[in-house]
């Protein structure tokens, strides 16, 4: 099979790093067995982008329905264009080099014997940045899958073999992130919010911050 990169290093930074565009699917037209001449009325179509740093929500937003309404309208449709964005969000990106990163790689070594890569990756967790924004801390992702686990398809699977290997990883990663050393969160002397703050919507989040670093 052809791949749309013969380049090994541009395949994955295709995969790990470039913004990306992905076509999801169309409902109203005839999908079914068999042939029918019918023309819908509406149709639908979905397609996600996935965003990287310095892009932001709202002006790639803007960007994409001012082309796609420049191209409908070249069309000369007397149909009408409806375009809306159901959500989006920041892109994430860590520093690897960070001892929480360490932590894991550690755990990860110890019960699978080899080093793990850190690569990059698409995905919609809009929960990390703002975990990070809420805490000023390091936020990692720690996978335990395989690559053909096939995530959110309807043939999606998880090993056992990585079950139980990934309650040893975590088990060992916070033992590694005991052996680093500095300020912990509990020799905190931040002045904790107070219960009426607690009562503001989202301050469940800001609960967590903390001045000291890991």
Known sequence: KKLLKQDRTEL????WRFPTLSLHGIEGAFSGKGAKTVIPAKVHG???LRL???QKPKE???LVTNHIRKKFESLGSPNLLTIEMLHGAVSWVADPKHPNFEAAAAAIETVYGQRPDFTREGGSIPITSAIED???MNVLLLPIGACDDMAHSQNEKFNVSNLMNGIK??????????????PKPSSCRCIPLTDEELM??????????CKCEM
């Open 12 to 15: 994955l930074m295709g995969r």
């Open 46 to 48: 979905k397609f996600s």
């Open 52 to 54: 990287v740093p310095n």
């Open 60 to 62: 790639i937003e803007r």
């Open 134 to 136: 809420a805490t000023g």
């Open 169 to 182: 990883v975590l088990g060992l990663y916070l033992h590694e992130l005991g052996k680093i050393g500095g």
């Open 200 to 209: 503001v919507p989202g301050a469940f989040m800001k609960g967590f911050k």
